[in-house]
């Protein structure tokens, strides 16, 4: 027989990856491949053609490495958005291709809302304030009358974005973020004395919002001016990282809530992972994140989602299944919880 499970097809952006969950909603890890530009950032139709030479190895990948057979396949599951065209059109299609020839229920899902529910199944958090740090988005949610609503976000550009465009002007490619960490790391390191003084970057907290890019341009000019790049990065970190927690931590005092949720590509930074861990901590409550594989963009929390909306909504009707772009966190509504 073998154990029955939804596919979850993840191209929102950069990443080809085919995940799945059993239908006892345990993850299985997904089958994954990142496109990496040597220069530039990414172009949205080099990523489609990424996307699609990639899927036949990847699916064959997923299938091989978990015993999984098709033939317990029960949905297809596939982000509808946000993300960028060419790249959400080529996860569609082939979700769309395997629905119809194994005749199994296709399911389109939300990205950003299946960021979140990754981190509630493997964290075990029921009601938590969620810090969402990706590339393309930087937000603090939390779920009231059935929607996960954005009380706060970023204006300009996601906090991964600002990292990685820092990180390619002083020659590092995508994704930056973990070169940043590792200079930032060596800079802790270096200086001797406990306490550490960082260097001066404008603040990105704007009442419940945030905005990155005037601490990228400071960032870059400082390094410009002679400042060490690991140094810059340090500070970058401190103050990108403390503004995003601010705003969480006005989050749980408002709602009264009790559990930090990490979700997002950054949440994969040790940095932030331990100044969430000690705001939380100072305030009574906890902070969590799931393993570093469900932070990143991934094909298993895109099942996963599949398969509490297919029990709480059912499928999705092929005329409903054009991909949007602009999708946001709160225009889904949450039947499941
Ligand atoms: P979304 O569509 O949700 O915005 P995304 O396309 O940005 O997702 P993710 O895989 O969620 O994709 O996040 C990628 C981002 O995470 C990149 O900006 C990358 O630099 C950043 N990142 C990954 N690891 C780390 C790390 N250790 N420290 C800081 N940033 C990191
Ligand atoms: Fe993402």
Known sequence: MGVRWVL???????????GAVTEDREPIPSSSSIIRPTEGGIHPREAADHHSDNA???????????????????????????????????GASVARAISTARNVPLIGVNHCVAHIEIGRTVCGCDDPVLLYVSGGNTQVITRLDGRYRVLGETMDIGIGNMLDKFARHHGYPFPGGPEIEKAALLH???????SIVGLELPYAVQGMDLAFSGLLN??????????????????????????????????????GKKELLLGGGVACNERIREMSDIMCRERGGSAHWPPKMYCIDNGTMIALLGLLQLESIGPTELLDSGVDQMLRTDMTPVAWA
């Open 56 to 90: 036949s190895r990847l699916l064959q990948g997923l299938l091989s490495t978990h015993s999984l057979s098709m033939n317990n396949l029960v949905g297809v599951a596939y982000s509808q958005g946000p993300g960028l065209g060419p790249c959400l059109r080529v």
């Open 188 to 194: 802790r390191e270096s200086v001797k004395s406990p």
């Open 218 to 255: 400071a960032a870059d000019t400082l390094v410009e001016k002679g400042a060490s790049f690991e140094a810059v990065c340090w500070s970058l970190q401190e103050h990108a990282f403390a503004a995003s927690i601010e705003v969480a931590e006005r989050a749980l005092a408002h709602t």
């Open 8 to 18: 979850g097809i993840e191209s929102t952006a950069h990443t080809f990856s085919f």
